[in-house]
């Protein structure tokens, strides 16, 4: 092979000087083949560029197309919307509270959701009772509500907190505040017959039918109103009188109720028999299938030297439910798309990755020509 002489064409070159061994191209064959040259370069960058155009189309047209397989997107977002409180099977030591929590969803379906509601005793601070709730997948853009029961002592007041969980990770947390359990009259002792309530008519009455020497008999009429729609059955009203200084129990007597149109009121009188002149208390109790379901006090005054009186003061205990208060925002790792997904939700690096990959082609086709 010539030395300086590429190999396709050593079969063209002649010598110059037969003393120095030079050998040179014709001048028509060298610009014939550069121009070959140029062509196929010119060739090679428009095809590279073509190439580049059509992958700009396809990324604009379909992002996913440049990219590998789609990768798992992040779950989408869970929060506490409102939470309820109910009471339910009002026993006579315990009270089961329905707790309704309303989960709002937006964004991607959200797996291993779950819910944690705890009762604490409002004065001790205490966990009194806790419940967790699988929720499981939730989907699409709306709100869900999960309902649980708490039950806890009838007594009282409580605090309950609600904490929402996705993957074991807590996203959201509230609290709701319950007080006057007391106040809940349990389910086997319901009834709408009532004593009395008026301001200007006791709901006992008392008078003397007979004073005889050591002994005074009363008679005690109760005043029972029906406050229902319906007439109960079995209710029984009954007075305990006691002796004001030693409390001791000095006659009793009892009555069925009768018939008690609903709104309306009516009598059911008792006689006792008492020692005189001494001064008493008299508790009527209202029965319903042997539950105590009311009770009032009077006072009776026997003993001219002394007067003795109710002390009227009492407290209502009325059942109070707080409104719901979150605590805490959910966070934002639920909010966006996942990284690498377009707009539209298709995976692919998308435009970006596009006008990239045209700009590198375009500096080496240009360093290829130089």
Do not use: W
Not at 28 to 54: N, P, W
């Amino acid at each position: 092979m010539m030395a300086g002489v590429p190999g396709g064409l050593e079969c063209l070159a002649r010598p110059v000087s037969d003393s120095k061994q030079r050998y040179s191209l014709p001048k028509t064959l060298i610009s014939s083949r550069r121009s070959a040259c140029m062509d196929r370069i010119e060739t090679i960058a428009a095809g590279a560029g073509g190439v580049i155009v059509v992958a700009l189309l396809v990324a604009l047209l379909a992002p996913g197309a440049l990219s590998g397989p789609p990768a798992e997107r992040n779950p989408g977002h869970v929060d506490i919307a409102d939470a309820t409180i109910q009471p339910q099977a009002v026993g006579g030591q315990t009270v089961g509270l329905q707790v309704n929590t309303t989960l709002r969803h937006r964004g991607n379906p959200t797996q291993n959701v779950s819910l944690r509601l705890r009762a604490i005793d409002a004065q001790s601070g205490l966990l009194e009772t806790s419940q967790t709730v699988a929720v499981g997948e939730l989907t699409d853009e709306r709100e869900q509500t999960v309902p649980a029961t708490l039950t806890v002592e009838r007594a009282g007041g409580y605090r309950i907190e609600t904490v929402v969980y996705q993957d074991g990770r807590r996203v959201d947390t509230g609290r709701q505040r319950v007080d006057g359990l007391e106040a809940l009259v349990p389910t086997y002792a319901r009834t709408p017959i009532q004593f009395i309530e008026e301001s200007t008519l006791p709901p006992l009455g008392v008078s003397v039918r007979d004073a005889n020497g050591a002994r005074t008999t009363l008679d005690i009429t109760a005043l029972l109103t029906n406050r229902g729609s319906a007439q109960p059955d079995d209710v029984q009203v009954s007075v305990i009188v006691r002796q004001a200084d030693s409390n001791l129990v000095a006659d009793r007597a009892a009555a069925d109720v009768g018939t008690i149109d609903p709104g309306q009121t009516a009598e059911t009188s008792m006689a006792v028999s008492v020692p005189s002149e001494y001064n008493y208390y008299v508790d009527g109790v209202l029965k319903k299938d042997g539950v105590i379901v009311d009770t009032v006090r009077t006072a009776v005054n026997l003993d001219p030297s002394e007067r003795i009186a109710v002390n009227e003061t009492r407290q209502d205990v009325s059942l109070e439910v707080s409104d719901f208060e979150r605590e805490r925002r959910a966070t934002d790792a639920g909010d966006g798309e996942a990284a690498g997904s377009t707009d539209d939700g298709a995976p692919g690096f998308g435009v970006p990755v596009a006008i990239l990959a045209l700009v590198s082609g375009g500096l080496l086709v240009r360093r290829r020509i130089s």
